[in-house]
């Protein structure tokens, strides 16, 4: 029963901590820097590239939405889809939710593998 208890009060306390964060993001002043930045990461997200296979891309600056590729690491065009694939995350709160897969990009991971990835072409730029 005191497991119940404690798992519930650290259920609780994350709730609690999460309104706290929401509380302070409400209460804080957003500046001109801010409106800046995202306007600028606004208009780059909607200037999309055309890629070509073979073509070497990167995360365009405030665009990183994955863990891989890391920021600067270069990736590789693999395939350009006909018809893009929409994620199947189904939580509208992620930034996932729906997102279009138009490119499978390739990397190589720190083992040396070659792995492929579906991204959003429109968060990438030439290298």
Do not use: H
């Amino acid at each position: 029963m005191s497991e119940q208890k404690d798992v519930i009060g650290e259920i609780l306390n994350s709730l609690r901590v999460g309104d706290a964060n929401e509380e302070e993001a409400t209460e804080k002043q957003y500046d001109e820097e801010y409106i800046n930045l995202l306007q600028s990461a606004c208009k780059n997200f909607l200037e999309k590239e055309e890629f070509v296979v073979g073509q070497i891309v990167k995360w365009k600056d405030n665009l990183k939405n994955r863990r891989l590729p890391y920021q600067n690491q270069p990736a590789i065009v693999v395939s350009l889809l006909d018809e893009p694939v929409n994620s199947k995350e189904d939580e509208s709160g992620s930034p996932y939710f729906l997102e279009t897969l138009d490119i499978i990009l390739g990397i190589i991971v720190d083992d040396g593998t070659f792995l492929t990835f579906y991204y959003d072409s429109r968060r990438f730029e030439s290298y």
